[in-house]
């Protein structure tokens, strides 16, 4: 393996990075709980069994009758993408264990941010969570090894970033947020700068573009947290949500999301170029032929994003109670 990138020397303490270390680096752990997903049981099944572990829960799952008085030196595993990350943080607050992190896949912020909204089956929000953990383990054998199609996806979620900051000056209001925003701006420039250049030749199956795609999905939670919350999610991850909502299906998240940056763009009468240079030259999906759906259902997600956004989400994003014209469908036909 190549030397690591200076940002990984940086957090040494706190992320394991190396090349097939995940079995190792878990079996020094104690009694573990983990948290996963069937598709990355399925994919990790011989590295999994090498792994001892008293509890094995699906994402969605709690662990019944566990406390950490009763067992203080277990630890909690999240093991797979997002949701069982995520997951992983809710029984770790919840029980007070220690939390691991273990990505399968370089398509999710949840890698490094410390809290989840738990929602039911409809969606609707609930509590929020925070376990930060002690440590993230990134096996490049594994991440380097996960399917193509979403890894490329989560390119989209730090794309997001330029989506967020239009949607933060839309709602700006004094000096103050003109300074913050001024700030920010160039970050974000600079940020969009280096994804497009990790596009123009994207290999996630080389691992310093893998570490390359961790570096910026570090910096877009970095940028979140600094500009207290506005770039985070904006009308983007409203769409994406939305669209689930709609059509009663599940997407890729990341793809969801890019399309849903493209819609921002083109409701907003911009120039959808560079968000494509980034997402076309990755090979994201994001065309609504390729996610098995057509105009019509990218209408009625349009129309209802902001009664959405009000009984659920409760986003300051102007841009989705904004009444769009017919022609948007129109550019959308034409950058498709």
Request: aromatic residues 6%; contains cysteine; hydrophobic residues 40%.
């Amino acid at each position: 393996m190549n030397p690591l990138p200076p940002w990984v020397d940086a957090m040494s303490g706190w992320l394991d990075v190396g090349h097939d270390i995940l079995v190792d680096a878990l079996r020094r752990e104690r009694r573990l709980i983990i948290v996963s997903e069937s598709g990355a049981r399925t994919a990790l099944a011989d590295q999994l069994s090498r792994i001892p572990s008293s509890i094995n829960l699906n994402a969605g799952e709690r662990p019944a009758g566990r406390t950490s008085d009763s067992d203080p030196e277990a630890t909690v595993v999240g093991f797979g993408g997002g949701a069982a990350l995520d997951w992983a943080k809710l029984v770790a607050s919840e029980t007070g264990f220690d939390l691991v992190l273990v990505p399968t896949v370089t398509s999710t912020n949840s890698i490094f941010t410390s809290s989840m909204r738990e929602r039911d089956e409809s969606g609707r929000a609930g509590e929020v969570h925070r376990a930060d953990p002690r440590l993230v383990i990134l096996d490049l054998a594994v991440l380097t090894t996960a399917p193509r199609r979403i890894n490329a996806a989560g390119l989209a979620d730090v794309l997001a970033v330029e989506t967020a900051l239009l949607d933060w000056i839309d709602t700006q209001a004094g000096e103050e947020d003109d300074r913050e925003i001024s700030t920010h701006s160039s970050l974000v420039e600079d940020l969009v700068d280096a994804l497009a250049g990790l596009a123009r030749a994207y290999d996630p199956s080389d691992e310093a573009q893998c570490l390359e795609t961790l570096r910026l999905l570090y910096e877009s939670v970095r940028l979140m947290e600094s500009s207290g919350g506005p770039l985070g999610a904006g009308y983007e991850h409203l769409f994406a949500w939305n669209l689930e909502r709609v059509t009663g299906r599940k997407f890729v998240h990341g793809e969801a999301v890019a399309l849903g940056i493209v819609v921002a763009h083109l409701l907003r009468g911009r120039s959808v170029a560079r968000p494509l240079t980034v997402l076309d030259g990755a090979g994201v999906l994001w065309r609504p032929h390729q996610l098995g759906i057509d105009d019509e259902d990218v209408a009625r997600v349009v129309a209802s994003v902001g009664e959405y956004n009000r009984a659920e989400r409760h986003l300051d994003v102007p841009l989705a109670d904004r009444s769009p014209g017919r022609e948007w469908r129109d550019w959308l036909r034409e950058a498709s």
